[in-house]
C-alpha cells in the first residue's frame, strides 16, 4: 500500500512537471514583450516626444508604412534590431541610439564624409610632445608663446581647480587655443566651467524648449540659456576655438558660448551639430532606446542641431602643410594680432 502511495505521488509529481514543460513550450510569446509590441512602442513613443520632425522634414507616418510591414512574431532578436535600428536612423540624428546586449543603432552621418583636418600622432609629435601639462583632463602646452590646450571629452570632469590653473599660465602667453575637435561631448557644465572664465558679466548664448505632448508644436516656451562669470580669476584675452564635424553634441554648445563672446574665435570646420538634449526609455523587450527631446536655437534663432559654423572656415586641402597642423597654424597668426577682428 506505501508502495502504490509513493508510486502515485510520483506520478503526479512528473504528469505535473509534464504539464509545465509543455506550457512553457506551447505558451505564446508574452503580448508585451512581442516583435509587434516592440515596434507599435518605439514608433508611438519617437512620435509623440521625438522634436525635430518639422525641423528635418520627416514624415514620421509615412515611415512606419515602410518599416511596419517587416515586423513579424518569429523573426529573430538580431533581425528586430536591424529594423528597428534602421527605423530610428531616418532621423538622421546623431543622439538617436538603440542599444541591446548584442549591439548598438548609430547615425553618423553628422560627420561620415567630411574631412576632420585633426591627427592625434600630429598634435602629439609636433605640439604637444612629452613635456606637456596635464590638468586634469586638459593637455597643454606652450606652442609658439601661445597656451595650446587639448581636451578630449567633455566626458571628463573639469574643475574649476583646473580652470585657475589655465588662468594663471594664460599671464605668461599671448593667447589661448582651446582645441576641441573631435570632441563628441559630454556634461554640459564642464563646457560652462571653462566659458565661465572668459566673461565679466552674464552672457546669453542660446535659447531651448523642450518637447511636452504629440503635437508637432508642442514644447514649452523658449528659454535663454546663459552663462555665468566665475567668482575668481578671468582670463579676458583672445581665445581661438577649433572645431570639426566631430566636435558633437555639447562641443557644439560650448562652441555656441564662444562665439557669444567678442574676444572669441572659431577655427576650422562647422561643428556637427546634436543640438536637441537626449531622452531615454525602454521597450517591453528590455532594450534601451534614446532621441532628441528638445531644440536650442542661437540668438539668431538657428538651430544648433545643424551646427555651429566656424568664424574662419579652413577646410580647403590646398590649406594643408605637410608636418603642420594648419589650423593651429591659422589660429597662432590671429591670436598673435593686436585686435581681435
Not at 46 to 73: C, G, M, T
Amino acid at each position: 500500500m506505501r508502495q502504490q502511495v509513493v508510486l502515485s505521488r510520483l506520478v503526479g509529481f512528473f504528469l505535473a512537471l509534464l504539464a509545465m514543460s509543455c506550457e512553457e513550450i506551447i505558451a505564446p510569446r508574452a503580448p508585451e514583450a512581442s516583435p509587434r509590441a516592440a515596434f507599435e512602442h518605439l514608433w508611438s513613443d519617437v512620435n509623440n516626444r521625438y522634436s525635430f520632425f518639422d525641423e528635418k522634414q520627416i514624415d514620421w507616418e509615412a515611415v512606419r508604412q515602410q518599416y511596419s510591414p517587416l515586423i513579424h512574431e518569429n523573426m529573430a532578436p538580431d533581425a528586430l534590431f536591424d529594423v528597428l535600428g534602421d527605423m530610428l536612423g531616418e532621423l538622421q540624428d546623431g543622439h538617436v541610439n538603440l542599444l541591446s546586449t548584442f549591439n548598438r543603432s548609430r547615425n553618423w552621418s553628422w560627420f561620415e564624409g567630411f574631412p576632420l583636418f585633426y591627427d592625434q600622432q600630429l598634435i602629439d609629435d609636433v605640439y604637444l610632445g612629452t613635456t606637456f601639462r596635464i590638468i586634469g583632463p586638459l593637455h597643454a602646452q606652450t606652442v609658439n608663446n601661445v597656451l595650446y590646450v587639448n581636451y578630449r571629452s567633455f566626458e571628463r570632469t573639469l574643475t574649476p581647480q583646473h580652470m585657475d590653473e589655465i588662468v594663471r599660465l594664460m599671464q605668461f602667453h599671448e593667447g589661448l587655443i582651446l582645441d576641441v575637435r573631435s570632441n563628441g561631448g559630454g556634461n554640459l557644465q564642464n563646457a560652462l566651467t571653462i566659458a565661465s572664465r572668459f566673461i565679466e558679466e552674464e552672457v546669453i548664448y542660446a535659447r531651448q524648449r523642450f518637447k511636452t505632448g504629440p503635437g508637432r508644436t508642442d514644447f514649452t516656451p523658449w528659454a535663454d540659456m546663459r552663462i555665468s562669470p566665475h567668482a575668481g580669476e578671468k582670463y579676458l584675452g583672445k581665445v581661438a576655438v577649433l572645431t570639426n564635424r566631430r566636435s558633437f553634441s555639447t562641443t557644439t554648445f560650448f562652441a555656441q558660448m564662444m562665439r557669444a563672446l567678442p574676444q572669441a574665435r572659431l577655427f576650422g570646420d562647422q561643428t556637427g551639430g546634436g543640438g536637441g538634449i537626449p531622452v531615454y526609455a525602454e521597450l517591453p523587450n528590455g532594450w534601451t532606446y534614446r532621441f532628441a527631446g528638445s531644440q536650442t536655437i542661437n540668438l539668431d534663432g538657428m538651430q544648433l542641431e545643424h551646427g555651429v559654423s566656424a568664424d574662419v572656415l579652413l577646410t580647403d586641402p590646398m590649406d594643408a602643410s605637410p608636418g603642420k597642423d594648419h589650423i593651429i597654424e591659422a589660429s597662432i597668426i590671429w591670436l598673435k594680432q593686436g585686435s581681435t577682428d
